[in-house]
């Protein structure tokens, strides 16, 4: 189903795509948009033990275009390093293929944000960063991207210091 990579030689191992996906701060998610047309936005996420979190609202572009067709993919750039004298960029990306959702279950949806707000805050307060969530937990809605496909390649200059 899922092609394989032309440049096989340059192909991340899985383990390093993951590790792109845990450190990684934002990425573009690409889905099926109106009129067919491709819908691509870049999003914050959390990884976690193979399914990606984002969150949004419960209405609009992102949802309507989910309710249509729940196949998606990520993509994470680690690395882009311009060598204009090369004429190319040093670069180290993945990409994840799956089905995206809303969560519905609210136990799902609260562990989703928690895991979203400790990314982007490891250091939080407990009680400081649940009243942050409590303030925009109503209108928020949170999806997971289950990977049925994780790929990622880089720069073949990149491979010397790999």
Excluded: W
């Excluded at 990579?5 to 191992?13: A, D, F, G, S, V």
């Excluded at 799956?98 to 939080?124: H, M, V, W």
């Amino acid at each position: 189903m899922f092609r394989e990579m032309r440049r096989k030689r340059q192909q991340l191992p899985l383990s390093d795509c993951v590790d792109i996906l845990e450190s990684g701060t934002s990425g573009v998610l690409a889905l099926e948009g109106d009129g067919g047309y491709p819908y691509a936005v870049p999003m914050s996420f959390a990884y976690h033990d193979g399914k990606i979190f984002f969150h949004c609202a419960k209405s609009g572009h992102k949802i309507d275009s989910i309710m249509r067709n729940s196949k998606a993919s990520f993509c994470v750039i680690a690395r882009d390093d311009v060598r204009p004298e090369k004429y190319t960029t040093y670069f180290k990306s993945v990409i994840a293929f799956g089905r995206i959702k809303a969560l519905e279950e609210d136990s799902e949806k609260r562990k989703a944000i928690e895991r979203l707000a400790l990314k982007y805050n490891p250091d939080a307060d407990a009680g400081e960063m649940d009243a942050a969530i409590e303030r925009e937990y109503a209108p928020l809605c949170m999806l997971e991207l289950d990977i049925e496909h994780l790929t990622g390649k880089q720069a073949k200059e990149l491979m010397s210091t790999y």
